[in-house]
């Protein structure tokens, strides 16, 4: 057994890891937003309409917010149950962090995609931070209640899909946040739109609370190792019976095209807008065995990953930023050659643009993560 600071060391390694992987495919969604966008993709995606290279360069990026959110209920509990001292609540740490990244999300992060305020996009953030607000209401509920709270959201939200109202019913405000992707205020100077519908992900964050004690000072790495292992497999076995028969969890069933590609890429075209059970099944199964992977990290990229993925929320803002400065330094020198916006030609120059930036907002993220350690100020951990 290690001492308990090694295991802090290795723990918290091993999920900054993780982070730092997600972060660095969503750059890859991102700049594919930027400069992929006169070639859009759909929810589920239209197959005779997207290229594979970018049917799996999206599918990749779906990996970034169920594991953002299962991470942030993970590490709320991590919060709650220290190494070191008594356990405490985690209530205040999640209403604090969870209405900064709701401030964030109105503010700051909306600007970064238009450069204006003409439509607040309540996104990824909003849904994090407003998922915190709720875990902090239940927290401290019985674990069984909160099993069944999480449980019964993830795998039964998809019965809620035929349930809408229109504009003018009451309830509509409430529906689209919680699970229609719509507008809360569609006139004025002023828009809003709920675009990520964020009852599913009430769901998630519950569920990686409730997986909190997978890192617990009592259990061992073989035996944690063994439960990431199942708990991986059991997802990826699920989501194989649910969407190989097509029963339950999609709301598009897969098709058999003349070419095996074609064919994986309708198994796996999946919904995101609210994520549906099978998108959930297989992308939570791939973030636990990718977790297995990293409890042994070998080579400099561990730190390289550890560097990114410890200050996710510096990084996300710092990467916003420069994209829509690049953008429109490029749309400037080069002209507009997608009607009146600039887009590469291909997802290859999407690839290597990501790589590039990778490597420039290394150093800045490096250097946050190091700051932010020695900082004694508490809003600087809240980056």
């Known amino acids: 057994m290690h001492s308990d600071q090694a295991f802090i060391r290795s723990r918290i390694q091993s999920i900054d890891m993780m982070r730092g992987l997600v972060m660095l495919i969503m750059l890859l969604d991102h700049v594919r937003e930027r400069f992929f966008y006169h070639m859009q993709v759909l929810d589920p995606m239209d197959l005779d309409e997207t290229s594979a290279s970018l049917f799996f360069s999206r599918f990749a990026a779906h990996l970034c917010a169920p594991v953002f959110v299962f991470l942030t209920g993970l590490s709320a509990w991590l919060y709650a149950n220290p190494v070191n001292g008594p356990a405490r609540s985690a209530r205040s740490f999640l209403l604090k962090r969870g209405l900064f990244l709701i401030a964030l999300e109105v503010t700051i992060i909306n600007f970064s995609w238009m450069g204006s305020y003409h439509t607040i996009w309540l996104q990824v953030i909003w849904a994090i931070g407003l998922s915190m607000v709720v875990l902090a209401l239940v927290s401290q509920w019985p674990k069984a209640v909160l099993a069944l709270l999480g449980f019964g959201i993830v795998f039964g939200h998809n019965l809620l899909t035929p349930v809408s109202f229109q504009p003018e019913e009451w309830g509509y405000s409430l529906w689209t946040i919680l699970h229609d992707r719509n507008f809360l205020v569609s006139e004025g100077a002023v828009k809003i739109k709920a675009s990520y519908p964020v009852l599913p992900w009430i769901g998630v964050i519950i569920l990686g609370y409730l997986a909190g004690p997978l890192y617990s000072k009592t259990l061992s ?109 490029v749309l400037a020198v080069c002209g507009p050659n997608q009607g009146e916006g600039f887009g590469m030609e291909h997802m290859g120059w999407i690839w290597l643009t990501t790589v590039l930036l990778a490597v420039a907002l290394y150093l800045p993220t490096k250097w946050f993560s190091l700051y932010k350690k020695r900082s004694q100020q508490a809003w600087i951990r809240y980056l």
């Open 221 to 329: 790495a073989e035996h944690r190792g063994r439960l990431l292992l199942q708990l991986g497999a059991g997802c990826l076995l699920l989501f194989i019976v649910l969407r190989g028969f097509n029963i339950y969890g999609e709301t598009l069933d897969w098709q058999l095209y003349p070419d095996l590609v074609t064919s994986l890429m309708s198994i796996l075209n999946l919904t995101k807008y609210p994520p549906s059970l099978n998108y959930l099944l297989v992308t939570l199964g791939l973030m636990f065995l990718l977790l297995f992977v990293l409890e042994k990290p070998q080579g400099n990229w561990t730190q390289i990953l550890v560097n990114f993925g410890s200050a996710p929320m510096f990084f996300y803002i710092l990467h916003l930023y420069v994209l829509l400065v690049l953008y429109r330094i």
